[in-house]
């Protein structure tokens, strides 16, 4: 569950495609290439989910947490500060050609600095503002990646298989299921934390029973609007 594959080692050219929600907070999947290029019977490039499980909030503070994830995934703080930097330093060389080459070339540097340190730091205050409680909560998130060297017997892995099964109904789960759901989720990655085999088939059994009975729960009739 926490291992790690050669296979998908990230090189400077992958990004993160998207955030999605989750039962447990949210999920992230990122595009990974093989650092050694292409192996014989692997693909070139793998899609690579890491689950993030935040603790602790109600519904409404982590649906704010998912589109505070949302906006630092799709903001590239360094690249827009590159390119503010590279562009202030070209207005500064264009407008203060007639100073001394010497002091045009500190001052469009100083100046390119200055924005591209500056653009992050801005960025970061122009997006969704947290409350204290929403980042301890963030600090306190627990990352999985869900990565394929996990022994299928593995502790970890019926975890893995437990969170799944709950994810594939999570849109019948009411608030209340949803919470018991994220508190049997955090025991089972206790009792993986103290290895204690017992308490994880405890936990996930519990889970998978709670899939058992939202699956059974009949959805909420759709009206047919054509029908009247």
């Known amino acids: 569950m926490y291992g790690h594959d050669r296979s998908t080692d990230r090189t400077h050219e992958d990004h993160r495609d998207e955030i999605r929600p989750t039962v447990w907070g949210y999920s992230t999947w990122t595009t990974a290439r093989c650092l050694q290029g292409a192996v014989a019977g692997a693909p070139d490039r793998i899609v690579q989910r890491t689950d993030v499980l935040v603790p602790g909030l109600t519904p ?4 704010r947490v998912r ?4 906006w630092h995934a799709s903001v590239d703080g360094v690249r827009l500060g590159l ?12 407008v203060g050609h007639d100073l001394a080459p010497v002091a045009l070339v500190l001052v469009a540097a100083l100046l390119g600095v200055t924005a591209a340190l500056l653009t992050p730091v801005l960025l970061r205050v122009a997006g969704p503002r947290l409350s204290r409680v929403e980042r301890r909560a963030l600090r306190d998130a627990v990352e999985i990646r869900r990565v394929r060297v996990a022994p299928p017997t593995s502790a970890g892995m019926r975890v893995l298989v437990a969170m799944s099964a709950v994810e594939s ?7 209340r299921e949803a919470a018991i759901a994220r508190e049997l989720l955090w025991a089972a990655l206790d009792a993986v934390r103290r290895d204690d085999v017992a308490d994880v088939d405890q936990a996930t059994a519990a889970m998978l029973r709670l899939t058992v009975r939202a699956a059974r729960t009949p959805l909420p009739p759709v009206r047919d609007e054509h029908r009247g």
């Open 169 to 175: 109904i999570s849109n019948r789960l009411d608030e």
């Open 60 to 63: 409404r503070e982590l649906d």
């Open 67 to 70: 589109r505070h994830a949302e």
């Open 83 to 94: 390119v503010a930097g590279a562009a202030t330093a070209i207005a500064a060389v264009l």
